[in-house]
């Protein structure tokens, strides 16, 4: 049985952390590397960072850390946000990245999912999708969550697997920042939908909302950022509950 995956999420901007973490003992708060440095001890699997400055400034800033992070964490990393194209790709992974992340470019052009898992390989392309529920249907939205779409999301999951992907990233936007835990219904679906893994994001709340997203949503791997920024949730605490619960976890 695969081991299910925690996977601590930093929002990048100009090269720091941007959400507010409170690691105790933690030098710089802002510096990405010191974070993920003591994320890797603290027993997470991975770590997905998302640049969100999205200006050339700030790519060239992004690429120094993940160089950084590439020398001093030996955990895989994925490194998401404006990334439109195979040169994006390319020079993120020659710098370190393990995996790299599309949303709203795979939504604009589907192709760039089979130039890069040809290119790459499949096992490096994750595709990020935030979705909404809206009178009961699932549609993919833009930009954050702020541009909907007609794209349903269990079609447009089933494409990007076709396509190459080789995982899929879902964010609940009904879910995301309440705490209230992950949207199971519709994990369930999709992984009834797709073959590729998939990381539950968005809800994270208590250790029993993974648990949840694990048995019920049949999820591969889960995504948070301030239960475990802020030291709500310690990754050793809930990884010592979900094998407690029958969840195969590394530890």
């Not at 994990?187 to 048995?215: C, E, M, R, Y």
Request: aromatic fraction near 6%; proline fraction near 2%; include cysteine.
């Amino acid at each position: 049985m695969l081991t299910k995956r925690i996977i601590p999420c930093l929002d990048i901007k100009n090269g720091r952390t941007v959400k507010g973490v409170n690691f105790v003992n933690l030098r710089d708060a802002g510096d990405p590397v010191e974070l993920a440095k003591q994320y890797a001890v603290k027993g997470a699997d991975e770590l997905v960072f998302l640049d969100i400055s999205a200006t050339l400034e700030g790519r060239k800033t992004m690429i120094e850390m993940v160089l950084k992070v590439a020398e001093q964490v030996n955990i895989p990393f994925t490194v998401g946000g404006g990334i439109s194209s195979l040169e994006d790709v390319d020079i993120l992974l020659k710098s370190g990245a393990d995996k790299i992340s599309v949303n709203s470019s795979a939504v604009k052009r589907p192709e760039l999912v089979n130039e890069l898992s040809s290119k790459f390989g499949s096992q490096c392309v994750v595709v990020a999708i935030d979705a909404k529920q809206v009178n009961g249907e699932w549609k993919v939205h833009l930009a954050g969550g702020s541009i909907p779409t007609e794209l349903d999301l269990f079609d447009w999951a089933k494409e990007v697997e076709t396509r190459g992907a080789g995982e899929i990233l879902f964010t609940s936007m009904n879910n995301d920042g309440t705490k209230n835990g992950f949207a199971n219904e519709a994990l369930a679906k999709l992984s009834k939908t797709v073959n590729i893994p998939i990381i539950a994001s968005g809800g994270a709340g208590t250790i029993q909302h993974f648990t949840d997203t694990f048995k019920v949503g049949k999820a591969d791997a889960a995504l948070a950022a301030s239960v475990f920024h802020f030291g709500e949730i310690e990754i050793k605490d809930l990884k010592d509950e979900l094998k407690q619960n029958g969840i195969s976890v590394r530890l």
